[in-house]
């Protein structure tokens, strides 16, 4: 920062400030460039298999027949007398427990297969909800959502903290001119030395139609939220 700070004149009192608010751009960067990377067929698959065998379990215990029920009580006892406590099924008349550690070091629980049963209704229900967001790419959402953010802090600092016009000016050949051109390009090939000029001067005059100047720095968080609802 140190270095940025000295090629853009930014006080050295306020370097640090800056740079986490950098450093949040960044990260917000890197999340949605590793999203990116995912292979989004192979989550579909297995949101879809996930759902289906919560249905098909879920079936299963909610057609569980009163014999079944002491067959698994008659099971547990057995396993208790043979000195194996846990896991085991006791109780009958449609309120059967199942008694479990989740670690060795942990003690036991018990839970009523009726609540498994809403744990995996849920639980399916949560992959259902899923499979909207298993897209590369989001509904209203850029195609760059990262470095929209990235550059999105970089205009706060400029002109919030800064208190600099954000005026964009790129040469024939792509290269930035004004300072808050040359900023976004340095601030973005610190974290990506692959992006385009291009990228960053397309992505930058968006950022720049789209976002409003906060009086402080508090106001970040509400202000990256509102400049993301623009694209809902």
Same mark, same amino acid.
């Given at each position: 920062?140190?270095?940025?700070?000295?090629?853009?004149?930014?006080?050295?009192?306020?370097?640090?400030?800056?740079?986490?608010?950098?450093? +949040?751009?960044?990260?917000?960067?890197?999340?949605?460039?590793?999203?990116?990377?995912?292979? +989004?067929?192979?989550?579909?698959?297995?949101?879809?298999?996930?759902?289906?065998?919560?249905?098909?379990?879920?079936?299963?215990?909610?057609?569980?027949?009163?014999?079944?029920?002491?067959?698994?009580?008659?099971?547990?006892?057995?396993?208790?007398?043979?000195?194996?406590?846990?896991?085991?099924?006791?109780?009958?008349?449609?309120?059967?427990?199942?008694?479990?550690?989740?670690?060795?070091?942990?003690?036991?629980?018990?839970?009523?297969?009726?609540?498994?049963?809403?744990?995996?209704?849920?639980?399916?229900?949560?992959?259902?909800?899923?499979?909207?967001?298993?897209?590369?790419?989001?509904?209203?959402?850029?195609?760059?959502?990262?470095?929209?953010?990235?550059?999105?802090?970089?205009?706060?600092?400029?002109?919030?903290?800064?208190?600099?016009? +954000?005026?964009?000016?790129?040469?024939?050949?792509?290269?930035?001119?004004?300072?808050?051109?040359?900023?976004?390009?340095?601030?973005?090939?610190?974290?990506?030395?692959?992006?385009?000029?291009?990228?960053?001067?397309?992505?930058?005059?968006?950022?720049?139609?789209?976002? +409003?100047?906060?009086?402080?720095?508090?106001?970040?968080?509400?202000?990256?939220?509102?400049?993301?609802?623009?694209?809902?």
């Amino acid at each position: 920062m140190d270095e940025i700070g000295a090629d853009f004149g930014i006080p050295a009192e306020m370097r640090d400030e800056i740079g986490q608010v950098l450093e +949040f751009g960044a990260s917000e960067y890197a999340c949605e460039t590793e999203r990116a990377a995912h292979d +989004f067929e192979r989550i579909r698959k297995e949101l879809h298999a996930l759902d289906q065998a919560a249905k098909s379990l879920l079936n299963a215990l909610a057609n569980i027949s009163l014999q079944t029920q002491r067959i698994l009580h008659e099971a547990g006892v057995g396993r208790s007398l043979k000195g194996f406590d846990l896991p085991r099924v006791t109780g009958t008349d449609n309120a059967p427990l199942l008694h479990y550690a989740a670690s060795p070091n942990q003690q036991p629980l018990s839970i009523p297969l009726a609540d498994i049963g809403s744990i995996l209704a849920a639980l399916g229900q949560c992959a259902i909800d899923a499979r909207p967001a298993a897209r590369a790419s989001r509904k209203g959402r850029p195609e760059q959502q990262g470095l929209w953010d990235l550059l999105h802090m970089g205009f706060q600092v400029w002109a919030s903290v800064l208190g600099r016009p +954000f005026k964009l000016d790129w040469a024939s050949d792509g290269h930035p001119i004004t300072d808050a051109a040359q900023f976004s390009v340095r601030i973005a090939h610190v974290v990506d030395q692959s992006l385009t000029l291009q990228q960053i001067a397309t992505a930058s005059r968006k950022v720049r139609e789209m976002s +409003f100047q906060v009086s402080n720095l508090a106001e970040l968080p509400n202000a990256l939220e509102h400049y993301r609802k623009q694209f809902e």
